[in-house]
């Protein structure tokens, strides 16, 4: 395999799960570790109160008391490394600074908006509940409250971001999902997801 | 927008006016959801079933498995469709284990009609290299020594340690009981030599046995078995005769169907159910896992139903299983009471003229 | 003997060869298979669950044809959307993202998943020999892993978060898996059957399943990451060599061998599967690849993709053994090819051979043929998908969103997985935002329960036993223990000072 000639390695970056921008981190690292420091004291309390049946050793709470302990101790870890590159001052402020871009910044609210959708396709397809079934010819046509959800749903999304006309989307999401759906359920007799 | 919605609406008036001319039942594909994994007893046993009733009446039915909390998870799934008979609940012992340790409120024989099929029947085996080769040795060295022996079970407050714990009770064994994820890796467990003794079904161990990996302690059945190599496993009995009258010790394997379904569409299920376990084909699956065949239905299903339940809630009272409720929490009486308790009063059997 | 069982072998090759039905059926298994894995979030298991109803009306010989093809064609093709749109299309097919997708976005995205597929044939025929030719010793080898060595395995997988993460602090790569860890205690602990942090929840009393978390955790949200972008980036639509020069393959003949061995054995012990081979193959890989191919380790090295790729077809071979020589599976797939073999009346077990003569001979045949098919089927598959994968990402993301829904939904038909998919999409995209790789998580949350409930196993056993006792009596956990401790350390010590070096730095 040959290398290929290398962009420069800020380029590579972007694409490696886990990147980050150097800027706003310091404010990041502090605000994880106080979080996840919380987090883990309360798990800590969690196991300790959990009950003892047998002898000590197979104390359902022993595992999950270690794991939050040291969970707890890397947080403070990772707060010490902040609070080296920062005060608490520049910490917060950094968090602050980041959490205003966010808000101001167009992507973040589209990001708001779109897990704002995606919730409601998930609460909808929990919500309604419904199955017909159209015979037609020698076979059942069946639709469920599932597909319809799903089709309006995605035809809305691509609406947005793929930014085509409402036929187009609406024409995509309805063929792409009743593909989906037949395959499972006629192909592997699988039931169409819902709340029940 | 307002196109498309109009244009969904009227899709569902059409649907809804289509759907609506009924036919005989079923009109649409059944689904059996099963309470354990793909591949266990439970599992092969009624789908083999599903196959012989699809073959004889030319029902569509789906096996699903859904697993989790002692088959608690499959029970809700069930008790939240509609009472139509379109789905089926695929259980083992009744389902008893979902009400006592699962935590789901549905009584067995008022809230459901359950069939039985089969049942498979426990069994301990130990390593060609065990210390003990007989249950009579077992015994011995139990006297001897008193340590505690370790048996493997397929999960805590399951089957295997349900037997277990009934036969210890009776014979005063000491015994530890490992819990494992299913009576596969119980039985992997003896034989790689992390327990003493393997718990587990003669399903579970037979071939194992034949091929001389495992050797056969006892089994919880009535009668000898013999292998088709010619091993004998005996049966608990012949070394503790004073457990013969619960024997068997048995897993029976069923469908359940709510008892709130119209009368003739559960008649209709009944009929298919007689017809797949009489046939060859069913019963060639069975035979060849050492699980027999029982058919029982009715007052009779009723009746076993609410007794298993009890023994087990007695017992598990007994042993202390944490999560596990008590007689009196499901309001039932103790093993020694049942008899004089059954029938309650609210129960009632379903019967062809009301 | 040999001349019987030599007898046996033709017969059945005759038997295949006689039946063309029998290539179209395993082809369209293959090409079932390699569909079902590039889809974002159904996973094998979930295929061959659903596929033991399907094979009911088949018969023998067709069922097993077919289950095989999907078997060996979907463990490949987790690598395609991992690749392309870097969500992995089964859980085994995470590191293979992480080094496969980097490579796309070069533009090289064919020949990264060329260089799996040649990876995943390399790695099926390991295990497929493996299983033939050692059945005893590889046994004799997956048998010693009882509850205590279960534990250390699952403990080393553990230990490898912390290099597992590409930012510069490993210590966010441990917060990750420790984090999982805890979510993989909820729910009823398996010795005695106490609820775990489950709040009165009767959902949450059965725990949380892994594939949600990892639909929610690279499917969800790399949609939320993508879509909102202003233009977000599609990979390059040409794609140049798929297939890499035998002389390169070649070089890697020693990292295969090993990643082979690695996974065809870790498919033997019942309990662990694909995802734990594949992750640990790609661990070692990087602690046994040279410092210059060390470098590239996380941003695209096909070194890399090759540990990974061959560990998880090697476990194909790997998993059937328990299942064909004990009647044990070895995962959640083999189980069901176990059981749809069971329902044709053909008790899977130490007696196969007597019970049903020469069946075993046509499983071993049927694995490779299904891999040759595979093979044949993706190579053809791979242009397509690369051109299909470089369609604009506003039209491929939306239409993922309801694949993750029915993913979640069918690992137990249960709506509550919808929902742990759905907050795990959203919180895996705040870690993301806040520098946290997520390959630890899942890796975490998969090991969690495996290491919690075979050490409380452990210790219950060894209650009455001394330590030095059990180090002594154990001396494959022993080992296991010392290589554990060797990969805490390593990670805390080694890996801070190389980065003050920057070596690793991104």
């Known amino acids: 395999m040959d290398d290929r000639p290398k962009r420069k390695a800020k380029r590579n970056q972007e694409t490696l799960p886990g990147h980050y921008e150097r800027g706003p981190v310091v404010g990041k690292n502090f605000a994880s570790a106080v979080v996840i ?118 035809g809305m999304i691509l609406r947005i971001f793929w930014k085509k006309s409402l036929v187009r989307c609406g024409f995509v999401s309805l063929i792409m999902i009743e593909a989906l759906v037949s395959v499972f359920r006629y192909g592997f007799g699988m039931i169409m997801p819902e709340a029940f | 927008m307002g196109r498309l919605t109009s244009f969904v609406a009227l899709f569902f008036v059409a649907a809804l006016l289509l759907s609506s001319a009924r036919a005989d039942w079923p009109e649409r594909p059944i689904n059996m959801v099963v309470m354990y994994a793909p591949g266990g007893g439970t599992d092969i046993v009624l789908r083999a079933l599903a196959t012989e009733m699809s073959r004889s009446t030319g029902w569509v039915i789906n096996v699903t498995n859904r697993t989790g909390a002692s088959g608690a998870l499959a029970t809700r799934y069930v008790l939240n469709k509609r009472p139509d008979g379109y789905t089926l609940l695929g259980a083992s012992n009744f389902n008893k284990y979902a009400r006592i340790v699962g935590g789901v409120d549905t009584r067995p024989w008022t809230d459901w009609y359950f ?45 295997v340690h349900e037997m277990a714990a009934i036969i210890a009770q009776v014979t005063g064994l000491n015994l530890k009981y490992v819990p494992y994820a299913g009576g596969q890796v119980a039985t992997l467990a003896g034989l790689n030599g992390e327990v003493d003794i393997a718990g587990g079904g003669v399903h579970e161990h037979i071939r194992l046995i034949d091929s001389g990996d495992l050797v056969p302690l006892m089994q919880t059945g009535t009668t000898d078995i013999v292998t088709t190599t010619g091993k004998v496993i005996p049966t608990v009995s012949n070394f503790v005769p004073q457990i013969r009258d619960r024997l068997p010790l048995n897993g029976p394997y069923t469908i359940g169907v709510r008892r709130d379904t119209p009368i003739e569409v559960i008649w209709a299920i009944e009929e298919a159910f007689f017809t797949a376990v009489q046939s060859s084909a069913f019963e060639e699956v069975v035979r060849q896992r050492n699980i027999f065949v029982d058919v029982m239905v009715g007052e009779n299903a009723d009746r076993r139903a609410a007794e298993l339940e009890v023994i087990t809630a007695t017992i598990f009272e007994e042993l202390g299983i944490p999560g596990a ?17 059954w029938p309650p009063s609210d129960y009632a059997p379903l019967t062809r003229n009301p | 003997m040999s001349a019987v069982i030599g007898g046996q072998i033709l017969e059945q090759l005759v038997f295949i060869a006689q039946t063309p039905w029998l290539w179209m059926i395993c082809l369209l298994g293959v090409t079932l298979g390699i569909f079902w894995g590039a889809m974002p979030g159904l ?158 929840s009767f959902a949450l009393g059965d725990g949380i399943n892994f594939i949600p978390v990892l639909i929610g955790l690279f499917g969800l949200a790399e949609i939320l990451r993508v879509l909102p972008q202003k233009s977000p980036a599609t990979i390059p639509s040409e794609v140049g060599r798929i297939l890499p020069p035998i002389r390169t393959l070649l070089r890697y003949t020693r990292v295969s061998l090993r990643s082979g061995l ?73 189980a069901a090819v176990l059981a749809a073999l069971e329902l044709k009346n053909v008790v899977v077990g130490p007696l196969i051979q007597t019970e049903n003569p020469g069946l075993i001979f046509y499983i071993y045949i049927s694995l490779i043929i299904a891999n040759f098919f595979m093979y044949g089927m993706a190579v053809l598959l791979i242009k397509p998908c690369v051109k299909l994968f470089s369609l604009p990402r506003t039209l491929l993301m939306p239409l993922i969103l309801p694949i993750c829904v029915i993913g979640s939904f069918a690992v137990n038909l249960n ?89 690793i730095n991104d």
């Open chain 2, 325 to 341: 409720r008590t007689t009196e929490e499901l309001g039932l009486p103790e093993t020694k009471d049942f008899d004089r308790w």
């Open chain 3, 415 to 503: 709506y509550f997985d919808v929902y742990v998919m759905l907050f795990s999409g959203i919180f895996g995209y705040v870690l993301h935002r806040f520098g946290f790789p997520l390959a630890p998580l899942v890796l975490a949350v998969i090991l969690g329960p495996l290491a919690d409930e075979n050490l409380r196993r452990a210790l219950l056993i060894f209650e009455d036993a001394g330590v030095l006792n059990v180090l002594w009596d154990r001396k494959l956990g022993t080992i296991l223990l010392l290589v554990v401790l060797y990969t805490f350390y390593d990670g805390i010590f080694k890996r801070n000072d190389r980065n003050s070096n920057g070596e």
């Open chain 2, 115 to 159: 069939m039985q099929a089969a049942y498979g029947i426990g069994s301990w085996s130990v390593r060609p290299d065990s210390p003990f080769q007989s249950f009579q040795d077992l015994m011995e060295t139990a006297r001897q020594e008193s340590n505690e022996l370790t048996i493997s079970t397929s999960g805590a407050g399951g089957q």
């Open chain 3, 43 to 200: 996973s094998t298991t979930m295929a061959m669950t659903l596929l033991v109803g399907l094979t009911v009306e088949m018969t023998q010989a067709v069922a097993i044809m077919f289950m095989l093809g999907v078997y060996t064609g979907s463990v490949f093709g987790g690598a395609i959307s991992a690749v392309l749109i870097n969500i992995p299309g089964t859980p085994d097919a995470v590191p293979t993202m992480i080094e496969g997708h980097a490579l796309a976005k070069k533009g090289e995205g064919g020949l990264a998943l060329g260089t799996a597929l040649a990876a995943s044939f390399m790695g099926n025929w390991i295990g497929i020999i493996l299983l033939i030719a050692f059945i005893p010793a590889v046994l004799f080898f997956a048998l010693q892993f009882r509850s205590w060595e279960m534990f250390l395995l699952s403990l080393w997988g553990i230990a490898i978060c912390g290099s597992m993460s590409s930012t510069d602090m490993p210590i966010k790569g441990w917060i990750s898996g420790w984090i999982g860890l805890l979510v993989a205690f909820i729910g009823l602990d398996p010795i005695h059957g106490v609820s775990r942090f489950t709040f009165g």
């Open chain 3, 262 to 334: 690695i996974g065809t054995v870790i498919g033997a012990i019942p309990g662990a599967g694909a995802n734990i081979a594949s992750f640990f193959s790609y661990d070692v890989g990087r602690r046994r690849a040279s410092q210059k191919e060390k470098a590239k380790w996380g941003k695209g090295s096909y070194e890399a993709i090759i540990s990974a790729e061959v560990a998880n077809n090697a476990n194909v071979g790997g998993s059937m053994l328990p299942t064909l020589a004990l009647g044990i599976p070895g995962n959640a797939a083999a």
């Open chain 1, 37 to 154: 420091g919380v987090l883990a004291m309360v798990f800590m309390v969690l196991s300790l109160r959990l009950e003892v049946p047998g002898s000590i050793y197979t104390a359902p709470g022993m595992l999950p008391f270690i794991v939050s302990l040291t969970l707890f101790f890397m947080a403070v870890g990772l707060g010490i490394s902040a609070l080296r590159q920062g005060s608490i001052g520049d910490n917060l402020g950094g968090l602050a600074r980041h959490l205003k871009n966010y808000a101001v910044d167009q992507e973040g609210r589209r990001t708001v908006m779109l897990i704002g959708m995606v919730f409601l396709y998930v609460l909808l397809v929990a919500v309604l509940s419904f199955d017909f079934r159209i015979p037609v010819f020698f076979f059942d046509f069946e639709i469920t409250s599932y597909e319809v959800v799903s089709i309006l749903v995605v």
